[in-house]
Nanobody
């Protein structure tokens, strides 16, 4: 059984910063890619950032230059540093991981990020 626990969400003013963390626990032999998604109110969930097992990264155009994804493989943890936050970044943020040779994926429960104008 694999569990993901996110933390670091909250309320911040526009222009501020937050750092999200997501820790994976359970029976994991290897974590492949790690992801951050978000779901704004009334909208579909969207991919924000990806980091591969070799630490290659990709970002949605809307967050490029403002958000940074990183990982600590020894701690089974993925981070999302969010700077220069905008009201449109308001959403529930979810982490997802792909594990082992099966590529099975697991989701976290989500953490709320609210950016006030």
């Amino acid at each position: 059984q694999v569990q993901l626990v996110e933390s670091g969400g909250g309320l911040v003013q526009a222009g501020g910063s937050l750092r999200l963390s997501c820790v994976a626990s359970g029976t994991i032999f290897a974590i492949n890619d790690m992801y951050w998604y978000r779901q704004p109110p009334g909208k579909q969930r969207e991919l924000v950032a990806t980091i591969t097992s070799r630490a290659s990264t990709n970002y949605a155009d809307s967050v490029k230059g403002r958000f940074t994804i990183s990982r600590d493989s020894a701690k089974n943890t993925v981070y999302l540093q969010m700077n220069s936050l905008k009201p449109e970044d308001t959403a529930v943020y979810y982490c997802k991981i792909s594990v082992d040779r099966t590529g099975r994926t697991y989701w976290g429960q989500g953490t709320q990020v609210t950016v006030s104008s």
